[in-house]
């Protein structure tokens, strides 16, 4: 059983456009993150909801609005796209908020804007 | 606010040879200390971690100590594989009003040549 999935695995689209890319941990964690990794594989943190509560909202456009229908799911809708949003994006799950937690990282979503 | 500096790479070594990546930290609160490594076109995965001061995480081979005196987190292992090839991150995770955020190295890549 896949412990953090993505879908889609890739996502090829043209500048403007709009997507969503979602993600789902079956591990029962409260805690899910999104992650951006650019082409030189700098790992920045976008956005952590836990409990479905915002608790971590970086220096993000506001083109980027995550969304968590339940704790199980976290969902990244990206509007107006743009050039430099051309990364790979991970999803990530953690039990809570505790320190010594690991995260949980899913296979990542190859995002190209052409 | 936390930081983690590691060592730049990329880091090529031949197979059999001793690895030492270079990890410093700063942090406000007391963090727990993490090694991820990413397989190419795959996802972060927990290498190893250490929660307190001396704590000496292992895995595969891999060990890391937590010095808070030089506050660092070294990654070392004694004879590496071709198949250790992938881009290994050191992260922390605080304590009191970051928690719940992890902060994440840049990122060493290691190549092992046959």
């Known amino acids: 059983d896949t412990a953090v999935s993505q879908t889609p695995k890739y996502l090829v689209t043209q500048m403007g456009n709009d997507k969503s890319i979602k993600c789902e941990q079956n591990l029962g964690h409260d805690t899910m993150y999104w992650y951006k990794q650019d082409s030189k594989k700098f790992l920045k943190i976008m956005f952590s909801?836990?409990?479905?509560?915002?608790?971590i909202n970086e220096t993000v456009p506001n083109r980027f609005s995550p969304k968590s229908p339940d704790k199980a799911h976290l969902n990244l809708h990206i509007n107006s796209l743009e050039l430099g949003d051309s990364a790979v994006y991970f999803c990530?799950?953690?039990?809570?908020?505790?320190?010594?937690?690991?995260?949980?990282f899913g296979p990542g979503t190859r995002l190209t804007v052409l | 606010g936390d930081s983690v500096t590691q060592m730049e790479g990329p880091v090529t070594l031949s197979e059999e040879a001793f690895l030492t990546i270079n990890c410093t930290y700063t942090?406000?609160?007391?963090?727990?200390l993490f090694w991820y490594v990413q397989y190419p076109g795959e996802g972060l995965q927990l290498l190893l971690k250490?929660?307190?001061?001396?704590d000496k995480g292992s895995n595969k081979g891999f060990e890391a100590t937590y010095r808070k005196e030089t506050t660092s987190f070294h990654l070392e292992k004694g004879s590496v594989q071709v198949s250790d090839s992938a881009v290994y991150f050191c992260a922390l995770s605080d304590r009191g009003t970051n928690a719940g955020k992890s902060t994440f190295g840049d990122g060493t890549t290691l190549t092992v040549k046959p």
């Open positions: 909801y836990n409990n479905k509560e915002l608790i």
């Open positions: 990530a799950s953690r039990l809570g908020q505790g320190a010594t937690d690991t995260q949980y």
């Open positions: 942090a406000t609160g007391y963090p727990s």
């Open positions: 250490a929660t307190k001061a001396d």
